[in-house]
């Protein structure tokens, strides 16, 4: 697929979860508001407005979402975000059964059917067919938003969109961008892609790591932090299963360990999902506490509570990520692109403080 210069970005979704539901209502959001939409990160990037992306595809596994237009699909149960605009009429892509392959883990499947997936029975589409599926819709970009840990998943839609020509934004914590041989895979591809593990707009990492830098500007010692995390959604239901959380604290920490002067060891730092309330839905209620000496050791220990909705935190960075998969297309890039990353997600391929990842962005954009 050439590289387009105008017209729709043509957008595929993987995972038509929370996340998904955000990133949709948000972009019918922005066509009913323009200039008036609320809370929008860089409403104009490189000349793209949230509104320019059109959705043409959707890829997901459960039977209440599976054969229905993605603008019913994201109201489906079991989401539970908030439905902040639910004018979706012009939101009709279809949403394809998609291989479940490790996206329903076996603790999903014992949850009630209200909190939890329901396995669709229509038959998957294999690769081929994904493939063909993308093709056909001249999707440019894939969104992947599956549920942590599924990392099989994530690495069979990645491979359907080098088929299809597609450049990707990995929005979940299974290495792609920051995976060598995954990188090496889209360079050579000749397509670009943007991760991985979207840094929410305004959540627990970017605050902690606000905090840590500002410990280390005012030479106070950090020995010690904690970043606990609980919410009632999908996700945090699924990362009840310690088998899948692995690669998620290690996406988090190490976004708050590179924005310190010092990293601090193992056992001095903790961060990541800690449990699972039904009844926050998709609120998440972050703790977080950091203890340190100033001038002489004297102690000092600073702690705060943040409570967001979850997934309209990260769909803000999602309408800027293929923004700036476009960007990249047109210009012919291939392979992660690092100044973007670095703003939009928590494990990018290089690890900036927030400030100059911001000006990288907007360089990148032309907006500087």
């Known amino acids: 697929m050439s590289a387009p210069t105008g017209g729709p970005i043509r957008t595929a979704i993987a995972g038509v979860g929370n996340c998904a539901s955000s990133l949709v209502q948000a972009i019918s959001y922005c066509r009913a508001k323009g200039p008036d939409a609320v809370g929008v990160s860089f409403p104009v990037l490189g000349g793209l407005r949230p509104e320019d992306i059109e959705v043409v595809a959707g890829f997901d596994v459960d039977r209440r979402k599976v054969a ?13 975000t908030e439905v902040f605009w639910d004018l979706l009429s012009d939101q009709t892509a279809p949403v394809h059964r998609g291989p479940d392959l490790d996206g329903v883990s076996a603790f999903m499947r014992n949850q009630p059917p209200e909190v939890s997936f329901v396995p669709s029975d229509a038959p998957a589409l294999s690769r081929d ?10 999707a440019e970009v ?12 994530v690495e069979f839609y990645a491979d359907c969109a080098l088929a299809a020509g597609c450049a990707v934004v990995n929005g979940i914590p299974v290495f792609l961008a920051s995976n060598p041989a995954w990188a090496k895979k889209f360079e050579a591809a000749g397509l670009p892609i943007l991760g991985d593990d979207f840094k929410a707009q305004f959540g627990a990492t970017v605050v902690h790591r606000t905090l840590a830098h500002l410990a280390d500007l005012r030479g106070v010692k950090v020995d ?8 009632g959604n999908t996700d945090f239901m699924n990362m009840m299963d310690m088998d899948r959380l692995a690669t998620k604290r290690e996406s988090k920490t190490e976004a708050v360990q590179s924005a310190m002067d010092a990293r601090l060891a193992d056992g001095n730092i903790r961060i990541g999902p800690s449990d699972y309330v039904p009844w926050l839905q998709d609120r998440k209620v972050a703790y977080v506490r950091l203890e340190g000496r100033l001038l002489g050791g004297a102690r000092t220990s600073v702690e705060m509570r943040l409570e967001v909705e979850d997934s309209p935190n990260a769909a803000a960075m999602a309408i800027t990520a293929i923004r700036c998969a476009r960007i990249a297309r047109t210009r012919g890039l291939a392979g992660p692109i690092q100044d973007a990353s670095a703003f939009l997600f928590k494990h990018p391929p290089v690890q900036i403080d927030d400030p100059e990842a911001y000006d ?7 907006d500087a």
């Not at 969104?143 to 990392?151: E, K, W």
């Not at 990288?360 to 032309?366: T, V």
């Open 360 to 366: 990288r962005l907007l360089a990148f954009a032309g």
């Open 224 to 231: 010690r932090t904690y970043q606990l995390n609980v919410g």
């Open 68 to 80: 229905r237009p993605i603008g019913e699909a994201v109201l489906a149960e079991p989401n539970c």
């Open 129 to 138: 067919q994904v493939v063909e599926v993308l093709q056909a819709a001249e």
């Open 142 to 153: 894939l969104v992947i938003l599956l549920p942590v840990g599924s990392a099989e998943a």
